[in-house]
């Protein structure tokens, strides 16, 4: 079993609606939760961390996270062309390694 | 930009041979870490470096090391490299606070002939 799971999709989301990404990850012990969006040929740019149970806001950006069953999501509002990109769900320890799954590719179509 | 630089930005090498890599942290930043990213892969973890201490490590074979400087710079050493090697060599700093944050360099680009 992967440490961090996601859908590799592709997800394809119509611009201006809500896409919507998930994640599950096995280790309980795990303590911080990020999403990262990499383009293609780039490098992973970090947008969001979430630390406690619930939902965090940024922008359009909203992280969700239930360590209880064990998920992290990852919405995003009002989606544009240039959120198309593979995103990429992180976990880890608060001071050790930081596991990655193996991304969801997202289009946005006009 | 995060700050994080890395050399070479692409490097070419035949099986068998060794290969370093370079990593410069973001300022203020204590804590590196290496990553291998596959094709259509998520980064796999290979290890983070703490105060000049290997602080963890993934699963790759002892041909795989590192060091990290007193500035905090790190160089990752490959060596019989493998036709499996070829891939995006990712370098992150963080700081040791706790949260975990990574800032990813721009990656070297490894092909093994």
């Known amino acids: 079993q992967k440490e961090v799971e996601q859908n590799s999709g592709p997800l394809s989301v119509p611009e201006g609606a809500i896409a919507s990404l998930n994640c599950t990850y096995s280790?309980?012990?795990?303590?911080?939760f990020f999403w990262y969006r990499q383009y293609s040929g780039k490098s992973p740019e970090l947008i969001m961390s979430?630390?406690?149970?619930g939902d965090k806001e940024d922008g359009r950006f909203t992280a969700q996270l239930n360590k209880a069953s064990q998920y992290v999501s990852l919405l995003i509002r009002d989606s544009q062309p240039s959120d198309s990109a593979t995103y990429l769900c992180?976990?880890?320890?608060?001071?050790?390694?930081?596991?990655f799954g193996s991304g969801t590719r997202l289009s946005i179509r006009p | 930009e995060t700050g994080v630089t890395q050399s070479p930005t692409h490097l070419i090498k035949t099986r068998g041979q060794q290969v370093t890599l370079r990593c410069s942290s973001q300022?203020?930043?204590?804590?590196v870490s290496w990553y291998q990213q596959a094709l259509g892969q998520g980064p796999q973890f290979i290890f983070q470096?703490?105060?000049?201490?290997?602080?963890g490590r993934g699963n790759f074979p002892p041909r795989f090391s590192g060091l990290q400087f007193p500035n905090y710079s790190s160089e990752l050493n490959v060596n019989a490299l493998e036709l499996d090697d070829s891939a995006l060599y990712l370098c992150?700093?963080?700081?040791?606070?706790?949260?975990?944050?990574?800032?990813f360099g721009s990656g070297t680009q490894l092909s093994v002939l």
């Open positions: 992180a976990g880890g320890g608060s001071a050790s390694k930081i596991i």
């Open positions: 979430i630390y406690s149970n």
């Open positions: 300022s203020g930043h204590n804590t």
């Open positions: 992150a700093s963080s700081l040791a606070d706790g949260e975990g944050k990574l800032f």
């Open positions: 470096y703490y105060r000049e201490e290997e602080n």
């Open positions: 280790d309980r012990g795990s303590q911080s």
